[in-house]
């Protein structure tokens, strides 16, 4: 830097345009590309992501971007002097554009435009002006707006934590940050050794202070803040939690940035609605510069579900009723939402004689026909929405080999039953190696409870047979197992470690445990089920809207349900001696980034020795499942065997009976987010709770989520 001035000039037009017009080198402020580009390929990892550079002079930054393969690179400077040179400079470089803006007003950019916004220097250069607060402010909710949800600010500057983090507080943009840190005399040269490794985030808390105690005072170090535009976490389509219920005749939109390949599902999620057929599957392929760490020819999906012939109305009215009415056992299984029953009692009418009604080539009894090509390796995509059963999954004479589970790839492993819960996805390659001449038995049958229901049949017709080829062996002789063989399900879920190279490692350890007591209950006569021994009570005003707009008395504000029961003297085997519970609509409130442990207890049901499996669902986090243990979690014992190593992250998991699921999750997600089992009754009757965390994070929420409850006056 050759000119002398003061550095309060940093902020003016024209000391850039000035400084511009006599030096015409490059400049790279702080760092360079060499230097910084793990980082950046780290946060923007993919070549067709769309950058912003503010304030880029004259700077080689964006050329060794474009030079690593990123195809769009957008610069905007104050200064006209620059911007026409780096013009003229780079007319001949499609990727790389420039233009003349101030980034306190970018109005030139639509919202949610870019991926990611790299600033070396500039918020620095605002903050050494007049009304440094004030331009600083907009200058940060401008960058804000441009970016896409879930898009990233990398800051590189001298700042510390401790004045750049009340800057970010000031603004009303709500981000979630994590500091790196880089030598101050790195210059991106290959043979030298960094004292800090650039890829791996300095713990930072709310304040910076802990940054200090991993750094130390005053280090010779860049820091670098990577600012991740906090989603919408309105948009996650839980009735009574996020949103009001989107009523008959209204439209409502969900807007979401689908950021992880993998197989999903969406279903409707108010009352028992699921099961009534609001339902589907998504799949998120990955860009194509990032293959997926295995191979196949295509790509199948499968759903599977239950089936009642009672509506939803009708059983949630008998588990609300004193007697309590019990579902029941599903009539059918359905393999992609065909299924079959035993037609010739009651589905028969004057109209319908039994050979229209049962007659196997009818279109409304035909199975699901999957058609292979001998040789070829497919894809399924497997996912479960069951309204109650667990499922065993199986082809005829053919192994699955496991890649995929809930949207993170794992080591592949091979099985002949695919265990399979509700609200679960499982990728498995299938290889069409069985002899062609013939069709085989896809099924699904019903594990974890007595099997009442038959299971679901579908057809695996290799081509070219024809696809009403009946298999030669009866569907029944396809293998599976016990539906009370708890331990071979057990051996799956443990068997399912993260894929190497893929695995993203929980932190060491937590800064809170809570361990939840899973039991069916009596409140006031009702038959119900409670997490600790509260029964969940559902508000009539969803309480993200409650806690941002601060309606405490929209739900019981001060009272937190319990993170322990008495573990001590609970007979987890035996029907609860005082077997009432409470209802509340209380919530738990997380700090927002602490990493938190749950621990999910199974325990006897009121009936003598029975214990059932739940499937939990947590909403807006994936988990890192740590354990899974028979009989009663040991609170000092358990945790050393957990695996910290290379755990598989989900989004749902099963709760054996009589035994415990240990789970762990950084609350890193503004928002106010459901966890409950995943079986529709049981959520019905209060298996669920519900965390909060991070709300002065979240931004301001759009009216078409409100309209109910003390929402009313607010649309
Ligand atoms: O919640 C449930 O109630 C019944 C039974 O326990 C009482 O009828 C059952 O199987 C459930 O899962």
């Not at 470089?93 to 919202?111: E, H, I, S, T």
């Not at 009352?271 to 191979?295: D, N």
């Not at 039953?417 to 699904?444: C, H, M």
């Not at 415990?660 to 995943?678: I, Q, Y």
């Amino acid at each position: 830097m050759a000119t002398e001035t003061s550095t309060q000039s940093y902020s003016e037009k024209w000391y850039w345009d000035d400084r511009y017009t006599n030096e015409s080198d490059p400049f790279d402020w702080y760092q360079n590309y060499p230097s910084l580009s793990p980082l950046i390929n780290l946060y923007v990892p993919h070549p067709t992501h769309r950058a912003l550079v503010i304030g880029c002079g004259n700077s080689a930054f964006s050329e060794g971007m474009v030079d690593d393969g990123y195809g769009d690179v957008v610069n905007i400077d104050i200064s006209s002097v620059v911007i026409d040179a780096m013009n003229k400079k780079y007319s001949d470089r499609p990727q790389l554009k420039y233009l003349k803006m101030d980034v306190r007003d970018m109005k030139a950019f639509q919202d949610a435009s870019f991926d990611a916004v790299i600033d070396k220097g500039t918020l620095d250069s605002i903050l050494c002006g007049s009304n440094s607060r004030q331009h600083s402010t907009q200058m940060l909710e401008e960058v804000w707006r441009v970016l896409k949800d879930k898009g990233v600010y990398i800051l590189i500057t001298y700042g510390a934590p401790n004045y750049r983090l009340r800057l970010f507080k000031e603004s009303s943009c709500s981000w979630t940050t994590k500091l790196h840190v880089i030598d101050k005399s790195l210059t991106g040269q290959p043979l030298e050794t960094p004292k800090w490794e650039l890829t791996k985030p300095i713990p930072l808390d709310d304040e910076g202070s802990s940054v200090e105690s991993a750094i130390g005072k005053s280090p010779d170090v860049h820091y670098i803040y990577v600012c991740i535009k906090v989603g919408t976490p309105w948009f996650d389509g839980v009735e009574g939690v996020t949103q009001c219920p989107i009523l008959p005749g209204e439209i409502f939109t969900y807007q979401f940035v689908v950021d992880r390949p993998g197989t999903y599902m969406y279903h409707s999620h108010y009352g028992m609605q699921r099961e009534s057929g609001l339902i589907g599957m998504i799949r998120v392929s990955p860009p194509s510069t990032e293959p997926e760490p295995f191979t196949y020819d295509y790509d199948r999906s499968l759903l599977l579900t239950d089936w009642y012939h009672k509506g939803m109305s009708e059983k949630a009215t008998g588990l609300a009723s004193i007697p309590f009415k019990w579902v029941g056992e599903p009539q059918s299984l359905m393999i992609q939402g065909r299924g079959r029953f035993n037609c010739t009692n009651n589905m028969m009418t004057p109209q319908r004689s039994e050979a229209e009604v049962c007659n196997t080539s009818h279109a409304d009894c035909s199975r699901f026909v999957l058609m292979v090509i001998p040789g070829k390796t497919y894809r399924l995509r497997i996912g479960s929405l069951t309204s109650l059963s667990a499922l065993s999954f199986q082809i005829e004479g053919h192994n699955l080999t496991v890649v995929e589970a809930d949207g993170h790839y794992v080591e592949p492993f091979t099985v002949r039953n695919l265990f399979i819960y509700s609200g679960e996805t499982y990728s498995v390659l299938l290889k069409a190696d069985q002899n062609p001449s013939r069709n085989y038995w896809i099924t699904t049958s019903i594990v974890s409870r007595p099997e009442k229901t038959p299971p679901a049949t579908a057809v695996l017709k290799y081509h070219p047979n024809h696809p009403r080829k009946h298999p030669p062996t009866p569907a029944s002789s396809n293998f599976r197992p016990e539906w009370n063989d708890t331990r071979h399900r057990l051996a799956q879920s443990v068997a399912i470690k993260a894929r190497k190279g893929f695995a993203h490692a929980p932190p060491e350890n937590s800064d809170k445990v809570i361990v939840l007591l899973n039991t069916q209950n009596k409140v006031n006569g009702y038959m119900r089920w409670s997490v600790n021994n509260v029964s969940y009570q559902h508000p009539t005003t969803p309480y993200l809207i409650a806690l941002k707009h601060n309606l405490t008395n929209a739900f019981d504000w001060r009272f937190t349900p319990p993170e322990r029961y008495d573990s001590k003297s609970y007979d987890i085997f035996a029907v609860p001696s005082n077997a009432n519970a409470t209802m509340s609509d209380g919530i738990y409130r997380l700090k927002f980034n602490s990493t938190v442990d749950v621990v999910l207890q199974n325990a006897n049901t009121m009936s003598v020795n029975n214990s059932e499996t739940h499937p939990w669902h947590l909403h807006g986090h994936d988990f890192w499942v740590l354990g899974y243990g028979e009989g009663k979690f040991n609170e000092m014992e358990d945790p050393k065997r957990y695996n910290l190593v290379d755990p598989i992250m989900k989004n749902t998991v099963a709760v054996q009976p009589y035994g415990w699921t240990a789970l762990r999750f950084r609350a890193d997600n503004p928002g106010v987010w459901s966890f409950h089992c995943h079986i529709e009754s049981h959520f019905f009757m209060g298996m669920r709770i519900v965390f909060a965390s991070g709300i002065d994070r979240v931004a301001n929420l759009p009216s078409s989520i409100m309209g109910c409850g003390q929402t009313k006056r607010l649309v």
